[in-house]
């Protein structure tokens, strides 16, 4: 099918800033992308879009959102919390037509199972301050949605793709990669953003598993994980005794050894601790709102 060049005859995106005065804020994670072909490549990294519909967080002054158009997403939600942005949006939105949905609010707050319309991928460069929560808001999604792609700062990128015996080995390290295949594509250094961030950035690729890893109840594992990392430096035996009176033998059932930490422990002995232990966990409230900012 031929589709009439959503890009053609637009203002540059260096323009759409400076026209619609679109100084950055740090508050809101500005840091916008004004090359092309930094942002085909991310929409190319994304694997097939023709088809689908793409979920954009934080489209700014459009860059990606042209470059998601111009790669063949048949449709664009794009969601956007800075009103301004918004604004600037319009000559694009008008020139893609229905292929580009515009929303302005705050991502956290969405919920993205209502623009889930056949097959569905997420593509965003994502702002770094809110990064974590979303992607970890999103994870019950999976495999309804196929594929995340996401700008991220490289630290945080490291944390989801992190093996057991890393610094960076944790919580949403193991709830992402029980439900997904995790890999980082490629790095972007901080000169190609508008400003330029102070740390360094990679494009991190989730693709959706078709079930878990391993059985285990999400609720149950993910309680298990704020507790076992809630104290990282001590061993795990004590940060699990509030829920099992023999937790020694529980660990030894699960192939963990009595002094293991957290971090050394596999994501299948976790999966078999939610198991095991899943009638204390299902009960151990406690630990769900006071403990968001476990990794
Ligand atoms: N995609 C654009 C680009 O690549 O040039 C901008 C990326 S910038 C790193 C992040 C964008 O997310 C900004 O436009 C910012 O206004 C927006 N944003 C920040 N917090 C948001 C939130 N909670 N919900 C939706 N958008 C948000």
Redesign the pocket.
């Known amino acids: 099918m031929t589709r009439v060049d959503p890009v053609e005859g637009l203002a540059s995106?260096a323009d759409v800033v400076r026209s619609f005065g679109l100084r950055t804020?740090k508050s809101?994670?500005?840091?916008?992308?004004?090359d092309l072909n930094i942002?085909r490549k991310i929409a190319r990294s994304a694997g097939r879009l023709d088809g689908y519909t793409v979920i954009?967080?934080?489209?700014?002054?459009?860059?990606?959102?042209r470059a998601l158009l111009l790669e063949g997403a048949a449709r664009v939600v794009a969601?956007?919390?800075?009103r301004r942005?918004v604004e600037a949006l319009a000559p694009l939105q008008e020139a893609a037509g229905n292929r580009l949905e515009l929303l302005q609010?705050?991502?956290?707050k969405?919920d993205l199972e209502l623009f889930i319309a056949g097959p569905t991928k997420i593509v965003?460069?994502?702002?770094?301050?809110?990064a974590t929560p979303?992607i970890m808001g999103w994870l019950p999604l999976l495999p309804l949605i196929e594929s995340f792609t996401l700008?991220l700062q490289k630290e945080v990128g490291a944390r989801f793709e992190a093996a057991p015996n890393t610094k960076a080995y944790g919580r949403v390290s193991v709830l992402t990669q029980w439900q997904a295949h995790v890999t980082t594509l490629f790095d972007v250094p901080p000169h190609v953003?508008l400003p330029p961030p102070k740390v360094m950035s990679s494009v991190v690729h989730f693709e959706a598993r078709r079930t878990p890893l391993y059985p285990a109840d999400p609720r149950a594992l993910d309680r298990l994980l704020r507790r076992a990392f809630s104290h990282r430096r001590k061993v795990l035996r004590a940060n699990l005794k509030a829920l099992s009176s023999r937790i020694e033998d529980d660990l030894a059932a699960c192939g963990v050894t009595p002094n293991a930490r957290a971090q050394e422990v596999s994501l299948e002995a976790f999966c078999a601790l939610a198991r095991r232990l899943e009638g204390a966990l299902l009960q151990d409230t406690l630990s769900d709102d006071a403990a968001d900012d476990v990794l």
Do not use: K, R, S
């Open positions: 995106l804020h809101l994670g500005q840091n916008f992308l004004l942002t954009e967080i934080g489209p700014g002054p459009g860059g990606l959102t969601i956007e919390m800075d942005c609010g705050d991502a956290l969405v965003a460069n994502l702002p770094y301050n809110v979303l700008m953003f």
